[in-house]
């Protein structure tokens, strides 16, 4: 059976005549978080936003080799049809402010313009909420808009979002770095709740939260994937002596 | 010496913030001023009949301005109708157009635009609208308003748009909504607040203008409601009759100044109310 959700093959990127990732390999298997870290520059952020086409983007952005999402080539894909497949959670809560807590989980439907009855509407937003474990704290306010929301809780309903649309992936820039410890803990738990159902790529510089909740971790130096493998082992027994420095501190 | 140094400052420091609150005292006084005499010379004019009659003819007391405030409604609805759609459309552009060379020159011709003088672009209108409709017009009266307004909707809508985080488009990007989407139904809606003020600023800049009217709209001194006819408005009629020789005909435009004053504050003043009010935390 089949359980690589995604493959990157010979992946490079760049910004102009800067290389910023090169050559890079990498696998993801189906119900696991992977956490990407490396200190900053390291092209952590540039590759988990290649996943989902958001580099394109960016002014300047070049890149070659392949992305497979279930053996198709995302570059071959509608963009839209990509990030519909794969959601993204960003470093900063970003829920829509114009909108209502309903309306922000719903958002990827009604901007999109996807019509649905309204009892499956209302299905998915309280599930969506539900597994974002928003839903107990809003149920009362569904329809205020999400300003008075805590920071934590605003980063929840960014998740209630993406889950929306169902994705088979999802994404995750830094996801609690704008957060207090306490909300982050909740965020963590929720990731590994959420792992039953989709495969999660996580972007972190935080090497205590990469060894707390991911199951395999990639190391990013420089624009290089030093090394990849199951978490438990990469941090105990580290096979690149960059690794294991940076591991330990001393240096990132 | 140190003790008496700390007094010169503490006396320094006095004399700096009275010098500061002279000076915003003074500069509040132009308009407490201009509203006091208005309404002292303009409030005794104002009836009932002021709103409903058409100017009398002179020599005779009393009548009113009913036409000139048809004709100020009608010319700014029908310059909104030009410019908002205009003007919203160019700020979208040079917010979220990349930088380039095209975007650098319309942003110049816009700029530039919004500097011309009135009566220019009057002069100019009354070359392509009215010699070629072949008659003064309201209709004329109307696009001269609109080419100096959409440059004011334009920029105020480009700096609203521009302070819309980047990451909320991005959230509306990676739910996979198209661009054109996302300009319209996520960047629009945030900014609307700032949008709506800008065009009303703009309302409330063009509402007093009287030189781009001379050529297009011209005036009349009946009742028109026919956008293909000459139109009274208020700056319009305050010019004509403020400068004739007839004292109830100044009486007129004293009242006329009074009204055109308050709907221009209005404007303002319900501009500052929607951003307040409409204002959008990130």
Redesign the interface.
Known sequence: MENKVLKIKNFNAYYGDNHVLRNINLNFLKNTVTAIMGPSGCGKTTLIRAINRMHEFENGATLDGKIELFGENIFELDPIEVRKKIGMVFQRPNPFPTMSIYDNVIAGYKLNGIKIPKSERNDIVEESLRKSALWDEVKDDLHKKGAFLSGGQQQRLCIARALAMKPETLLLDEPTSALDPKATDKIEQLIEELKKEVTMIMVTHNIAQAGRISDYTAFLYLGELVEHGKTKKMFTTPKDNRTEEYLTGKFG | MKINNLKKRKIKDNVFTAVVIITTLISTLPLTLILYYLIKMGVSSISWEFFVNLPSPPGVTGGGISNAIVGTLILIGFSMLFSIPLGVALGVYLSES?KSKFTGLVRISVEILQATPSIVVGIIVYLWVVITMGSFSAFSGAVALAIMMFPLIAKSTEETLKMV?N??K?????????YY??VL??IL??G?SGVINGILLAVARVAGETAPLLFTAFGNPFMNMDISKPINSLPLLIFNYAGSPYKEWHQLAWGASLILVIMVLLFNITAKGIARKWK???
């Open positions: 990349k985080p990451s909320i991005e959230a509306s990007f990676a739910l996979g909504v198209p989407k996302t139904k996520v809606p945030t609307m959008i935390k990130y």
